[in-house]
């Protein structure tokens, strides 16, 4: 049943948030720590479990799949209601420094990505 | 008949938002197509518009939620929310490759750490050469160089003027504009097409939204790899900047 696919992801998105905010609280800062990538990694561990035991029908899976594929009009839709304005009209320093730490975090990610990369079988 | 054309859209706010999001996405991938000959992703050229939308909403209403500020369109701040966004987020996990993961697991944590330290480094430095001598306003502004969240927090839990930490919020939002826009443009110099770069690349940039309409225009399959080193990133920034980078500057200040 498609619900079941929606109520899995339901369940694991709020179990995610609730131990990130658990974790936020645990390390005193006021924010959510992680919670959705714990949720997708919840997500990831119960459907590789129960494709294995239980056997999830496509039915189910297309739940899931169909919240994946609105991703892109979601992100969209997420443009469209940004603060565009004030991010525009905030002055140079927050341009500059905006700017500034894409620029060397972009740099960054070649030099990072090697890491962990060498170790090929 | 408009007025009652405009109740029924406002009435369902949330349907005309899929109607609204619908047609921009179909008007952006036949730009892509038309005229830009597939070489710019549609989804770049919908993410784009959606941003020049906010803007003109925001020129229109004034206020600060872009086009969700116009009450006919008012669902689409609902469907490009945060429950929403992470909602399908964690659907993108379906399907990735869990040895991928945790190979680029090392990888990823270290570019989260890295990302927040550089982040906050680089936006002090600016803070300074502009003028700015004091550890807290300077701090702020280097938090808000790691997100827009991270900027506030740090603000309010230091005692920032409210001037600052709206400077440390525009920060923020230039990145995390720039990284979703930017993001397609710079993927091939820097190796973003696999998902261990693109753990990396969540890590190092940080904003969730960035990250999120950055990989999106780039390669849609990397999503799930680079959102979830994201996720962490505003978190560790939250811990990172009001306590040790504070302390840090303000060894480096004097005041």
């Given at each position: 049943m498609v619900i079941y696919g929606v109520a899995i992801l339901a369940f694991c998105m709020l179990a995610g948030e609730l131990a990130g905010d658990y974790l936020g609280v645990l390390v005193g800062v006021q924010a959510n720590v992680g919670g959705v990538g714990i949720a997708m990694i919840l997500l990831l561990i119960l459907t590789n479990l129960s494709h294995k035991k239980l056997h999830i029908s496509p039915l189910t899976d297309s739940g899931i799949t169909f919240w994946s594929a609105l991703y892109i009009p979601i992100v969209v839709a997420m443009a469209a209601k940004q603060n565009v304005i004030a991010a525009v009209s905030s002055g140079w320093l927050a341009i500059v420094a905006g700017v500034a730490a894409v620029v060397v975090s972009f740099a960054l990610i070649p030099v990072l990505s090697r890491i962990g990369k060498g170790d090929k079988p | 008949m408009t007025d009652l054309l405009v109740q029924v859209l406002s009435e369902?706010?949330?349907?005309?938002?899929?109607?609204?999001?619908?047609?921009?996405?179909?008007?952006?991938?036949?730009?892509?197509?038309?005229?830009?000959?597939?070489?710019?992703?549609?989804?770049a050229i919908a993410i784009t518009l959606g941003l020049v939308f906010a803007y003109f909403g925001?020129?229109?209403?004034?206020?600060?939620?872009?086009?969700?500020?116009?009450?006919?369109?008012?669902?689409?701040?609902?469907?490009?929310?945060?429950?929403?966004?992470?909602f399908a987020i964690v659907a993108t996990a379906f399907g990735a490759d869990i040895e991928a993961i945790k190979k680029a697991g090392v990888a990823g944590s270290i570019s989260i750490l890295l990302g927040v330290i550089v982040s906050f480094i680089?936006?002090?430095?600016?803070?300074?050469?502009?003028?700015?001598?004091?550890?807290?306003?300077?701090?702020?502004?280097?938090?808000?160089?790691?997100?827009?969240?991270?900027?506030?927090?740090?603000?309010?839990?230091?005692?920032?003027?409210?001037?600052?930490?709206?400077?440390?919020?525009?920060?923020?939002?230039?990145?995390?504009?720039?990284?979703?826009?930017?993001?397609?443009?710079?993927?091939?110099?820097?190796?973003?097409?696999?998902?261990?770069?693109?753990?990396?690349?969540?890590?190092?940039?940080?904003?969730?939204?960035?990250?999120?309409?950055?990989?999106?225009?780039?390669?849609?399959?990397?999503?799930?790899?680079?959102?979830?080193t994201a996720t962490f990133y505003t978190g560790v920034g939250c811990l990172l900047a009001p306590s040790i980078l504070y302390l840090l500057v303000l060894w480096l200040a004097g005041k």
């Open positions: - | 369902n706010g949330i349907i005309t938002s899929f109607l609204f999001v619908g047609v921009v996405v179909w008007v952006s991938y036949l730009v892509s197509d038309k005229l830009s000959k597939g070489r710019i992703h549609g989804s925001g020129v229109a209403t004034g206020g600060s939620k872009g086009v969700a500020d116009i009450p006919l369109l008012a669902g689409v701040g609902i469907l490009g929310g945060a429950m929403f966004r992470d680089v936006g002090s430095v600016v803070a300074v050469l502009f003028g700015y001598t004091d550890a807290v306003s300077i701090s702020t502004i280097g938090a808000g160089a790691a997100t827009y969240i991270v900027g506030p927090v740090t603000g309010t839990a230091l005692g920032a003027s409210s001037q600052v930490i709206a400077l440390s919020v525009g920060a923020g939002l230039i990145k995390s504009v720039l990284v979703m826009v930017g993001t397609p443009f710079v993927a091939p110099w820097i190796g973003l097409n696999n998902p261990h770069s693109a753990m990396v690349y969540g890590g190092l940039m940080g904003t969730t939204s960035g990250v999120a309409g950055g990989l999106a225009a780039t390669d849609p399959k990397l999503v799930p790899y680079g959102a979830m």
